[in-house]
């Protein structure tokens, strides 16, 4: 169970590369967690910086339920 709070999301394109970065803190520490992807590949690909490995992906589902939590949809 993570105390989790999204601090700063920022999206980046690049010459090869488009993505999003969160900026979290929590009572586990803080970090980055960076989803990106090559602009001719639907591939999408995470670095997390430990928080999560190979098929785990716990802490993205978390930090994915609070990005949409900050979401307003507008009718």
Known sequence: NYELK???IESFANSKYLGIVFEWSGNIGWGEYTIYREYDS????AESECM???EDKDFLREL???FADK???VD
């Open 71 to 73: 979401i307003r949809v």
């Open 64 to 66: 994915l339920k609070q």
């Open 42 to 45: 639907d591939e999408w690909f």
């Open 52 to 54: 999560d490995r190979g």
């Open 6 to 8: 999204i601090d700063k």
